[in-house]
């Protein structure tokens, strides 16, 4: 199962995708078919951490996929990435936990009872290390492709004061609204996951977002799941 937000992250899938059917399950959008011999469901999951939950709890429990891929587009937080390079999940963390106080929180991990068993706690969530490899010898021009860890919270941050604490304390490289809850869902259900991000805009050297960006990163899933085997 490919999964993106929006429609521009998920278009260049869809054209490829044959024998297309959409399923509609509650609010979100789903689409069946194959991309040379393996078959695939896109999920358009919307935008931000319900969303992005829902949908890929959804998708697990209908579709039964081998693995899942969350894509889409990012803004930095490595000062040293670039606008359209590719960044590969390594980890995938979510930032966004919240405590009233003075100063600012401290890193907060998620707990998951595996298999109905003893609570688990996770800081992050690693993306599934075959996938990853995979991903790695995927041909790509348009930028570098790095290694990473994936932010995400619900929310578009401009602040470069606070992208930079959110690098120091949590680590990580680039932020999106979806990646880390898609993962934590995968990870409950023991799904192998990997999200796969591009830079469209960084605060840091390049402000503006740029759109095309999503059609890259897209064509670049594109690849990869034909080079899968």
């Known amino acids: 199962m490919i999964e993106g937000a929006v429609d521009f992250e998920i278009a260049p899938l869809l054209d490829a995708l044959q024998g297309r059917q959409q399923i509609q399950l509650g609010s979100w959008t789903y689409w069946t078919g194959r991309i040379g011999s393996k078959s695939v469901v896109i999920a358009r999951t919307e935008q931000g951490p319900i969303n992005a939950a829902a949908s890929t709890a959804f998708g697990i429990d209908r579709f039964h996929p081998a693995a899942i891929i969350d894509q889409g587009t990012a803004g930095a937080h490595n000062p040293d990435y670039d606008v359209f390079d590719i960044v590969l999940g390594a980890k995938v963390t979510d930032f966004s936990a919240s405590k009233s106080d003075l100063a600012r929180s401290p890193p907060a991990p998620h707990e998951l009872r595996l298999g109905g068993h003893q609570l688990k706690s996770f800081t992050g969530f690693e993306g599934d290390a075959a996938l990853l490899a995979t991903a790695r010898n995927t041909p790509y021009d348009k930028g570098k492709v790095q290694i990473g860890n994936i932010g995400s919270a619900y929310a578009f941050d401009r602040q470069i004061d606070f992208i930079r604490w959110v690098r120091q304390t949590y680590g990580t490289d680039s932020e ?20 796969i991000r591009i830079i469209s805009n960084s605060q840091l050297n390049h402000p503006k977002f740029e759109r095309e960006a999503g059609t890259y990163c897209a064509q670049f899933v594109l690849r990869l799941v034909r080079s899968m085997k």
């Not at 990646?179 to 934590?184: E, H, I, P, Q």
């Not at 409950?188 to 999200?195: D, E, H, K, S, T």
């Open 176 to 195: 999106d609204m979806e990646s880390a809850y898609a993962a934590g869902v995968a990870a409950g259900m023991q799904i192998p996951f990997l999200a």
